[in-house]
């Protein structure tokens, strides 16, 4: 358009000049004629342009995003009372599941105890030393059997009856236990015997906890019906060396108990 317009207003000026005049006048260019040349910026002002810019874009606050708020759905109550019924038989069914873990514990603990001492019975002390042989064979460790045959047992039973037997009993099981350390393990091993497991202990270690234990029993005294009654018992010590199960190196500490029990009388 603005071309159109420089062409009419250049017609224009030609019609004006006189046919006399020799030299014709210059077109008039109309103010509203655009040149078509676009000045051009120098390379540091278009630099310095983009600078100012970017500083600009990084000043800019981003804008403000409102907040909406989260649509609450509200459970119908069926659905509620559904879940409240699911929640509670489910804490139900926990607490089952905790006092049949703790029955099985008391059970468990049951079949590895002795019916009368607070000691281990035959069977699981067995498994410990099962689980002594083979850290022995692993490790290098040392390990002891010491057997016991309690002594005046029969006259016990004869002279104040199977509860003092029992009482006998009783105290022995309880005199081994306070004596030994936490990782070993007393058992009766069925009758009046009694056998005791000596981890990390060497032979001459557990022939001097042998003299020991003989002494306290002979020092010592129980209680049964008002009476303080004596017993003793006689040890034999046995280390590991090798032996294929567990019921053999029993079987030898039992052989060793035998010697020392015959050589005394």
């Given at each position: 358009m603005q071309n159109l317009l420089a062409q009419y207003f250049?017609?224009?000026?030609?019609?004006?000049?006189?046919?006399?005049?020799?030299?014709?006048?210059?077109?008039?260019?109309?103010?509203?004629?655009?040149?078509?040349?676009?000045?051009?910026?120098?390379?540091?002002?278009?630099?310095?342009?983009?600078?100012?810019?970017?500083?600009?874009?990084?000043?800019?606050e981003p804008p403000v995003v409102p907040e909406v708020e989260p649509v609450q759905t509200e459970w119908p109550v069926s659905a509620q009372a559904l879940i409240e019924s699911l929640m509670m038989?489910?804490?139900?069914?926990r607490e089952q599941l905790h006092q049949r873990s703790l029955e099985l514990q008391?059970?468990?603990?049951q079949a590895d105890s002795d019916v009368l001492t607070p000691t281990l019975n035959r069977r699981?002390?067995?498994?410990?030393?099962?689980?002594a042989m083979a850290d022995c064979k692993r490790y290098g460790e040392e390990a002891c059997l010491i057997y016991l045959d309690m002594d005046s047992f029969k006259a016990i039973n004869d002279a104040y009856g199977h509860g003092a037997g029992d009482a006998a009993l009783i105290y022995v099981a309880e005199t081994l236990k306070t004596?030994?350390?936490?990782?070993?393990?007393?058992?009766?091993?069925?009758?009046?015997?009694?056998?005791?497991?000596?981890?990390?202990?060497?032979?001459?270690?557990?022939?001097?906890?042998?003299?020991?234990?003989?002494?306290?029993l002979m020092m010592g005294t129980f209680a049964y019906?008002?009476?303080y009654?004596?017993?003793?018992?006689?040890?034999?010590?046995?280390?590991?060396?090798?032996?294929?199960?567990?019921?053999a190196w029993l079987s030898e500490a039992d052989a060793a108990m035998f010697l020392v029990k015959k050589s005394a009388r």
């Open positions: 250049e017609a224009q000026a030609e019609d004006v000049v006189p046919a006399n005049d020799p030299a014709p006048l210059e077109p008039v260019r109309h103010a509203l004629s655009v040149t078509d040349e676009t000045p051009k910026l120098r390379p540091e002002d278009a630099i310095a342009a983009s600078f100012a810019r970017l500083e600009a874009a990084l000043h800019t038989e489910n804490e139900r069914l008391s059970a468990q603990d699981a002390f067995l498994q410990e030393v099962h689980r004596s030994v350390r936490e990782g070993d393990a007393v058992a009766r091993i069925g009758g009046d015997e009694f056998a005791i497991l000596l981890r990390r202990a060497d032979l001459k270690s557990s022939r001097v906890k042998a003299m020991k234990l003989e002494a306290e019906n008002g009476l009654l004596k017993t003793g018992g006689s040890f034999g010590v046995r280390a590991y060396a090798g032996q294929t199960t567990a019921e």
